[in-house]
């Protein structure tokens, strides 16, 4: 924006100035899981965004630290549960909401070796903690696992719809949440102050998830080319509903199998990588229903199927930190196929840079890929 404009919109909604410590872009579980860091802190700030149009609306909720295609544990799982599940929990409590659950997650296994498999990888050190050794036989007779079913034991379901709609429902109701679309073209950094509308803050943190590509301040335009850092990666989910299933732990099998109560069950989701298309794809319905059918044997009727893309970044890790050319830009983003695991680290580790000065890990920093 040309500097007489800037002054201009800054003059005009100079009278109503509003000062905030953080203005934060976008409230999907990144927006949300910074702006409870904020709280948790004592720090102010205002939240813009759209809702509902995310990857956190339509994702799981599977909290899961295991990797279970390959037995193994997710990258810096058991430091990233640590930090979501009380934290996850204070949020149900401040919101009064039963938003997180503990759940189990039973893996269908495929053969005898992979029951071997299942026994080796419950005894390694990292995996211990989550994977039960025992492998148990299903009683359900809907359930088709003649190989039986090994346990996660430390799974968590969050419901991120519910999750988005209470915490925006408190912002607003304490007028810290603008329901719109971020204007970038209204943002004006002067002295040591970022400037939006009537509000002006010492910090902006953007976490639009894979949105981010619009964003002109994010450094790494091409968004649609081989050279992209943010590889939009869409999950589709079908939605079915099974009153003869009675399934009420998440069952892994070809797809996972998510109980939503009253009989509902998600399924899904599915992996389209360089697609950040977010409308439901009828040919990933239908591999959804292939896969769903080698799990299940009892009727169900495909009630809904939702989208979303997560924000994947080319080397799989998270995007975060102050950009190093502007200290008043930061980016809480790239939370790809794990976003509701890590968001409580991640925001810990960005809050404590912004405020501590202390480096975020050179794993997720923002500026990795800048020459
Ligand atoms: C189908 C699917 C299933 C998944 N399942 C799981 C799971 O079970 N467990 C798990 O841990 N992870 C899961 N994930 C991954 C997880 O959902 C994501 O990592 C996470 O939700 C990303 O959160 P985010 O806040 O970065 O982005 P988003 O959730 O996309 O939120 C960004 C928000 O900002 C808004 N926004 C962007 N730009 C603007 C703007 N200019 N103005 C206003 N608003 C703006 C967007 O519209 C959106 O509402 C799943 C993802 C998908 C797609």
Known sequence: MPKYEGYKLAKKYLYFMKNVDYLIVGFGIAGLCFAETLRQNNKSFVVISDLHNGATAASGGVLNPTVLKRFTAAWKAEEFQKEAIPFYKEMARYLQSNVISEMKIARILNSVEEQNDWSVASEKIGLRS???????????????????????????????????????????????????????????????????????????????????????????????????????????????????????????????????????????????????????????????????????????????QVAGVRPTIKDRRPLVGVLKDNPYIAFLNGLGTRGLSMAPLLSSWLFQQLENSTAVPGAIDVNRFLK
């Open 130 to 304: 989550f994977l039960s050794p025992d492998i148990i036989t299903s009683y359900n007779t809907c359930v088709k696992a003649p190989f039986k079913l090994g346990i996660v034991k430390a799974g968590y379901q969050l419901k991120p719809a519910a999750l988005l709609f209470s915490y925006s429902k408190k912002l607003k109701e304490e007028e810290k949440f603008d329901e719109s679309q971020f204007e970038y073209d209204q943002l004006n950094i002067k002295g040591s102050s970022v400037v939006y509308k009537q509000w002006s803050a010492k910090q902006i943190v953007f976490a639009e998830g894979s949105k981010v590509v619009e964003n002109p301040f994010y450094p790494y335009q091409a968004p649609f080319t081989n050279k992209s850092v943010l590889v939009g990666n869409k999950g589709d989910y079908v939605i079915i509903k099974a009153p003869e299933l009675k399934v009420n732990s998440i069952l892994k099998g070809g797809m996972m199998l998510i109980p939503m109560g009253d009989d509902l069950y998600k399924i899904g989701a599915t992996y389209d990588r360089h697609n950040y298309d977010a409308t439901p794809s009828l040919e990933k319905r239908e591999e959804i229903i292939l896969k769903l059918n080698t799990m299940i044997s009892c009727a169900y009727e495909v009630v809904d």
